[in-house]
Structure formats: structure tokens, C-alpha cells
């Protein structure tokens, strides 16, 4: 079993900076991907970044050269930089991880960007 906690959301104005951490535990061997996903009001939850073990990331349309994805495999957290913050990046942001076939999800943070 594995647990994620998240941290950093907040409410901050459009073109502010804000960064979300995610930090696992438990039984946290062979955790291969985590990622961050986001859900606004009334739509599906969306893939906002993720990252391999070994460092190989993915970023969504929308969060590409604005957010940065790290991970430290030592800590086993993983985090995400935002910057340019825009309105529509309003939702709330889960942490995601992957192991052994099994999707882990944290409780979620609520982000919301003022305009």
C-alpha cells in the first residue's frame, strides 16, 4: 500500500508562481511512474505531468513551459513548479503513482488563480 500526501496549493493571482509536492509512503519499492493530474468543476480529470523513475517526463499541452516536473527517488517525492499561473489552471491537483499495476492516488489540493 502505498500513500501520497499533497502540499503547496493555495490561491495566488494569474501570472503568479505556486509549487505542489507530493510525498509517498508506505510501501514505496518499484514505484515507476508518479504523476500530477488535475480536475477542474464539472470536467474529467486530465494529466497535467508525470515522471518516470528514471527521469523521462511527460507534460500535457497546457503545461508545457510553464510547469516542471522533478522527482526525488531518495525522498520519494515528487513535485511540480508552476509558474505563469492562468485562471483556467483552477481545479484540484492529485498526486498519482503507479506500482506493480496498481494507480495510488493522494487526497488532492486545491489550486484556484485569481484573474
Known amino acids: 500500500q502505498v500513500r501520497l500526501v499533497e502540499s503547496g496549493g493555495g490561491l495566488v493571482q494569474a501570472g503568479e508562481s505556486l509549487r505542489l509536492s507530493c510525498a509517498a509512503s508506505?510501501?514505496?519499492?518499484?514505484?515507476?511512474?508518479m504523476g500530477w493530474y488535475r480536475q477542474a468543476p464539472g470536467k474529467q480529470r486530465e494529466l497535467v505531468a508525470a515522471i518516470t523513475s528514471g527521469g523521462v517526463t511527460t507534460y500535457e499541452h497546457f503545461a508545457k513551459g510553464r510547469f516542471t516536473i522533478s522527482r526525488d527517488n531518495a525522498k520519494n517525492t515528487v513535485d511540480v513548479q508552476m509558474n505563469s499561473l492562468r485562471p483556467e489552471d483552477t481545479a484540484v491537483y492529485y498526486c498519482?503513482?503507479?506500482?506493480?499495476?496498481?494507480?495510488?492516488w493522494g487526497q488532492g489540493t486545491q489550486v484556484t488563480v485569481s484573474s
Open positions: 508506505g510501501s514505496i519499492s518499484n514505484i515507476r511512474y
Open positions: 498519482k503513482a503507479a506500482q506493480m499495476g496498481i494507480d495510488y
